[in-house]
């Protein structure tokens, strides 16, 4: 708070006790008080309002850098008017008790938010568990199918599959702190799990699966990293080339940390659109052209990178490939992450 | 004949996974009273379990320690919970090895194999023979009549596979898929020059027409 703002306040106050002042000064010069007495008078009660109004003043900023400061230091800023010391006027503190109702009526709102996205998750991720019987048994029963039929059948069923991983991963990404383990794990693992899972589409898509030098360990969440890769992976041959499409896995050192590139010889994406392919939502020309696209693979991959603190770039020529690169960070890590875990809030 | 139990409330999968099991050369025990499993396993003595988590009414975990503190048999935990979280939790809780639905058949019988194997029942066959033709699966050699040749890794998986299914025919695709469970990410014309070659092997060990392309189906041995 500025003097100005202070004493703008404060005008009319002050233009009033002015008037009484001059009013009292002119009444005691008719009464016969000499002037001599009368400036004396004046004089020490200029010296009184100063020091009073400069005293407020200070006051005031006081409060109001203590009431700042306690909101900077709030995790949940919604929460201050439970935190704020009470005032000690009557009506700063009925003026406080109205915040305060307010601010009540908001934590009940946000506090129902959040428990209903909980439910709502819990709600996800049991169904995911639920559904996951049937296409087990489905899975088990194509086994006896002709050939053919059984080979269409298990690509339709390991669509489905995809689609719903991505429904649990996305409900995972709300509260991370309930299934991440950040532990050792072996990069090549991590690469032939991903592969593995997709391993009818990648076929059927005829992709030539090339790897490189993969002996790293990296620290990471085993389960998630397979996520992320399967997303690239599942790109990587729905957005192929026509001609003999490949994609290369292969990783390198780079200091303490490990690169992983994923680079196929795929469609590519226009560079206008390279910057909004990790929006949620967004298909991209190659994803209305061919259908199918959610627009929330590499969105989930962004995301779910950040929890486990994966860097995630991209490259892409139109025409010649799209090149994803996952630098997976060094051993001492996962700060934000542990600190989620002790401390939802 | 290794016996496995399969604890499971869905009925569809159990009958499918005794079927397939049985095919496999297991005798195959399934649960269908999910009371008094202590008393059921000691009656039966399986030599594998493969329990599921999400039993009706029961606490999967507090089974799977209550079977490991009576009994030393493997179990492996098949569940539709698949967070890191939850197969840390499995695995403390005595599973031997956590797979989670939906599985892949090949995986899940390769990994009772492999439960089976460390839990030191009958070992896997090291050498596979075919009407005189010997397979050496560790040595990677396969030989006839005292001659014998050394194969690559996908030559091997390939030979290994038909000679698994002997007179059956297998699918080119089927092919594939058994490579790319082993991490040989090969495909459709790199097969081709892989039998070509293996025939070519087979043929100067004296058995010409040993892999019989089969058109539109696959390959018989």
Redesign the interface.
Same mark, same amino acid.
């Given at each position: 708070m500025t003097i100005y703002e202070f004493l703008s306040d404060r005008l009319g106050k002050i233009m009033v006790q002015l008037c009484c002042t001059a009013a009292a000064a002119f009444f005691l010069r008719m009464t016969g008080t000499s002037s001599g007495v009368i400036t004396l008078l004046l004089l020490f009660l200029l010296l009184i309002f100063t020091v009073t109004q400069i005293s407020e003043y200070h006051k005031c900023r006081q409060r109001l850098s203590e009431l700042s400061a306690l909101l900077q230091g709030l995790d949940q800023k919604y929460l201050f008017g439970e935190c704020a010391p009470p005032p000690h006027t009557v009506y700063e503190q009925k003026l406080f008790a109205l915040m305060r109702s307010s601010g009540r009526a908001m934590i009940g709102a946000v506090s129902d938010a959040q428990a209903s996205m909980q439910e709502y998750r819990e709600y996800i991720e049991s169904w995911?568990? &639920?559904i996951?019987?049937p =296409?087990?048994?489905a899975?088990?029963?194509c086994?006896r199918m002709d050939?053919d039929s059984r @080979?269409k059948f298990s690509a339709e069923?390991s669509q489905i &599959?995809a689609h719903v991983e991505r429904a649990l991963y996305y409900a @995972?990404a709300e509260s991370p702190e309930?299934?991440?383990?950040i @532990?050792q794990a072996s990069l090549s693992d991590i690469v032939?799990q991903a592969?593995?899972n997709h @391993?009818t589409l990648? =076929?059927q898509s005829?992709?030539? =699966? &090339?790897?490189g030098n993969l002996d790293f360990t990296v620290y990471t969440?085993?389960?998630?990293a397979v996520f992320i890769l399967g997303q690239l992976l599942q790109n990587a041959s729905r957005y192929r080339s026509n001609a003999s499409p490949s994609v290369l896995l292969t990783a390198t050192p780079c200091g303490r940390q490990v690169q992983l590139t994923v680079s196929d010889n795929g469609i590519g994406i226009p560079a206008h659109e390279l910057p909004r392919v990790f929006d949620r939502g967004f298909t991209g020309s190659n994803g209305r052209l061919r259908g199918g696209s959610t627009g929330m693979g590499l969105y989930l991959c962004r995301k779910l990178a950040a929890l486990l603190e994966i860097d995630l770039q991209i490259s892409s020529m139109e025409q010649q490939g799209t090149t994803v690169t996952l630098t997976f960070p060094a051993k001492q890590l996962s700060e934000t992450l542990q600190n989620r875990k002790t401390n939802p809030y | 004949m290794q016996k496995i139990m399969i604890i499971e409330d /869905?009925p569809?999968?159990r009958e499918?996974?005794s079927l397939?099991l049985e095919n496999e050369g297991y005798r195959v025990v399934s649960i269908t009273d999910f009371t008094d499993m202590t008393g059921q396993i000691r009656d039966c003595a399986p030599d594998l379990v493969l329990l599921d988590l999400?039993l009706p009414g029961r606490d999967g975990l507090a089974l799977c320690a209550q079977i490991r503190k009576n009994f030393t048999l493997p179990i492996i935990i098949v569940t539709?919970?698949?967070?890191?979280?939850?197969?840390?939790r499995g695995l403390s809780m005595g599973g031997d090895d956590y797979i989670?639905?939906?599985? /892949? +058949?090949p +995986?899940l019988l390769a990994r009772i194999k492999a439960v089976l194997r460390r839990s030191g029942g009958v070992s896997e066959a090291d050498v596979l023979t075919v009407n005189g033709l010997r397979l050496c699966l560790t040595k990677g050699t396969v030989s006839l009549n005292g001659r014998s040749e050394e194969l690559t890794r996908n030559e091997l998986k390939i030979l290994a596979h038909l000679m698994a299914h002997a007179g059956e025919i297998v699918?080119r695709?089927?092919l594939?898929?058994v490579l790319?469970?082993n991490?040989i990410?090969i /495909?459709?014309n790199t097969l081709s020059v892989n039998v070509t070659r293996l025939r070519t092997k087979l043929k100067d060990l004296g058995m010409p027409d040993c892999i019989r392309t089969r058109r539109g189906m696959g390959y018989q041995l």
């Open positions: 995911v568990h &639920e996951k019987t =296409i087990t048994a899975k088990l029963t086994r050939p @080979r069923l &599959e @995972r309930q299934d991440c383990i @532990r032939s592969v593995g @391993r990648l =076929i005829q992709m030539k =699966i &090339e790897t969440d085993k389960k998630w | /869905d569809l999968i499918e996974l397939l999400g539709s919970r698949d967070s890191s979280t939850d197969e840390f989670t639905k939906p599985y /892949d +058949v +995986v699918s695709a089927d594939i898929d790319w469970e991490q990410y /495909d459709d």
